[in-house]
């Protein structure tokens, strides 16, 4: 048994026995274990590296998402595409001609097969690594670079199981690196707007949040290119919330997670399988080869996590059935509440009518987010209506300023912890599964996100 799968199983252990009514001593063994975890060079607070002019940057995974970031990146001052990594060799010949039709030189390509990363990482002079691979990839892309003395950006979730969230945290520390996991939806107009209003304490004290990602992705999973050739298959293994972030990231700011409180544990259910093998019999007609495919991954998972500090947040994950697209962003104070899909809130005192909601552009004026104002035309055109850029920039800007990251490897670790806690917690009939905590203490400490200037 590896030490790793040892560390997993003397946890599931604990989790068992704490499940089997052990009581509070043995849940606190179970804390106990983890925060032993990752002692080879701390836990860092607002963890920085020195300035630097340019940043000198490596892709692994140039398919959708990856030539969105590429494209953003040569519209960022101070970065230089040095290499690019794919296993389909055209996709990394596309992606060097827009880095040289941008006036840059070539950049080294890499297409030697699905480790070639490691040849990248161990020969390139780069200060980044950013992969938007598909996700069984994140970790050893991740994993690569920081050892090599990169630092290191991942698509989301950062990781799919709690070993593998541990292991980008206690790399980083070993090597002194940041490891960011890229969530876009942090930097959208109202998540960054309703970020600014708590910030503000206009929303009162912040006790509950509800988010999710509901998008009907069956076309998308069947699809014979891109993510249908990958995301499908996660369908076939996993039973849980697989795609935490994009809800969970921007409410998770909002209250203060590993920056004043912390997520203490969760509990999830999962409803019935069904969309995926639906839609494969009337698409391809019932003897087709997908329709034979079996799902594990229920339709609609619920999970309900407890903060620390007991606040709550109710995270949906909804990609198999015909439904219109939300995130829910639902953010809840002693003050009022706010909400996207449509984009709506109350506030007492300010509102038109009571109980009556009032369309968030009322507010806009006076508390549209400095970030959206200053570089969100920037973005105009590009990806997901703009926040992509932002996020790009907003990287580069703290390396090159050498600034703490706005969202950091205790982030992309806590919020993708999602995917392995759901996980056990539906496999245990919706049992309470402890999240650790990755900043080991730190989150009573760490000052929150301030509103960030560009
Ligand atoms: N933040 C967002 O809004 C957002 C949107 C879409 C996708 N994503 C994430 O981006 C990542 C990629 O998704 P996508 O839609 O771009 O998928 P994609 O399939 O279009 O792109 C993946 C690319 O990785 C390449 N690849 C696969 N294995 C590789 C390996 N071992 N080494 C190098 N390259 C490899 C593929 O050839 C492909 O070009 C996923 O993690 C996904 O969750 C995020």
Redesign the pocket.
């Known amino acids: 048994m590896r030490e790793s799968e040892k560390k997993q199983s003397r946890r599931d252990f604990l989790k068992v026995g704490a499940a089997a009514g052990l009581g509070a001593a043995v849940a606190g063994l179970n804390l106990g274990a983890d925060e032993k975890r990752g002692s080879a060079g701390g836990a860092k607070s607002q963890f920085k590296v020195a300035p630097m002019p340019t940043v000198r940057v490596g892709f692994?995974?140039?398919?959708?998402?990856?030539?969105?970031h590429v494209q953003n990146y040569l519209n960022i001052e101070g970065v230089q595409v040095m290499a690019i990594?794919?296993?389909?060799p055209e996709?990394v010949v596309r992606a060097q001609k827009w880095v040289v039709e941008a006036g840059q030189p070539e950049p080294v390509g890499?297409?030697r097969?699905?480790?070639?990363?490691e040849r990248m990482c161990a020969t390139e002079e780069l200060d980044l690594v950013m992969?938007?691979?598909?996700?069984?990839?994140?970790v050893?892309?991740c994993l690569s670079a920081m050892k090599n003395g990169k630092h290191a950006a991942?698509?989301?979730?950062a990781a799919m199981s709690l070993d593998d969230c541990w292991a980008l945290v206690e790399a980083a520390e070993k090597y002194g690196k940041h490891c960011q996991m890229?969530?876009?939806?942090c930097y959208d107009r109202i998540e960054l707007m309703t970020l600014n209003l708590v910030r503000k304490g206009v929303l009162g004290e912040v006790l509950h949040a509800e988010a999710g990602y509901l998008h009907d992705l069956r076309g998308?999973k069947f699809s014979s290119?891109?993510?249908?050739?990958?995301?499908r298959a996660w369908s076939q293994k996993l039973n849980g919330n697989l795609?935490p972030t994009?809800g969970l990231g921007p409410v998770a700011q909002c209250l203060n997670v590993n920056r004043g409180d912390a997520f203490d544990f969760l509990v999830s259910l999962s409803s019935p399988t069904r969309g995926l093998h639906e839609y494969a019999v009337e698409t391809f007609g019932p003897d087709s080869p997908q329709a034979k495919e079996k799902y594990v991954l229920g339709d609609v998972n619920t999970s309900l996590i407890k903060t620390k500090r007991g606040k709550t947040i109710i995270l949906i994950h909804d990609t198999n059935l015909p439904r219109p697209y939300t995130r829910i962003n639902l953010v809840q104070g002693t003050r009022g509440i706010a909400m996207k899909w449509p984009d709506r809130i109350y506030i007492e005192g300010k509102a038109e009518k009571p109980h009556q909601w009032d369309d968030f552009e009322k507010f806009a004026a006076e508390f549209e987010h400095p970030l959206w104002k200053a570089i969100a035309s920037k973005g105009e055109g590009r990806?997901?209506g703009g926040m992509?850029y932002i996020e790009d920039y907003r990287l580069i800007q703290s390396l090159r300023k050498g600034e703490p990251l706005d969202q950091d490897v205790y982030d992309a670790a806590a919020w993708s912890a999602i995917v392995g806690a759901s996980c056990q917690s539906v496999a245990g009939k919706g049992k309470p599964v402890s999240i650790p905590d990755f900043t080991r203490g730190l989150w009573k400490t760490s000052p929150p996100l301030p509103i960030i200037e560009a």
């Open positions: 692994v995974g140039v398919g959708g998402m990856g030539s969105a990594c794919d296993i389909i996709k890499y297409s097969g699905p480790r070639d990363f992969t938007a691979t598909p996700w069984e990839w994140h050893p892309v991942t698509e989301i979730p890229m969530e876009n939806c998308v290119e891109g993510e249908g050739l990958w995301r795609y994009h990806g997901h992509d």
